[in-house]
């Protein structure tokens, strides 16, 4: 099965998390409040792109909006494909920390400090 990449993982997270409001820009939005990094829009959409080219969302086209001057947002939702993605990218993260303790991150966190 396929590893996402981080940024993938986030986006489909976030349109997990904002469900019937997971558009672009709210998307966004959503990773820079959550990781406190700025993101540009093309770091959003490219893997947005992407992530429904290979199955994991499904969009839909929304109605012109007044306050947006009638341009269309674009929804997307998570597929069970991508549900089970995301899942088995839970399950593999977790395996991957397993085995670090608590003293272990702070030692790790230390190291740059040097």
């Known amino acids: 099965m396929k590893i996402l990449s981080k940024p993938e993982e986030l986006i489909l997270l976030a349109v997990y998390s904002l469900k019937d409001n997971a558009y672009g820009t709210a998307i966004r939005n959503h990773i820079i409040q959550k990781t406190g990094t700025d993101w540009t829009i093309g770091a959003v959409y490219v893997p947005l792109n992407r992530l429904a080219k290979e199955g994991f969302l499904n ?6 909006t007044p306050e947006r001057g009638g341009k269309r947002k674009k929804f997307y939702t998570l597929t069970p494909r991508g549900i089970k993605i995301l899942a088995y990218t839970k399950k593999v993260n977790d395996s991957m920390w397993a085995h670090l303790s608590s003293m272990d991150l702070e030692a790790l ?6």
Request: net charge neutral.
């Open 59 to 64: 969009f839909s086209i929304g109605d012109p």
């Open 109 to 114: 966190g230390n190291r740059g400090n040097s």
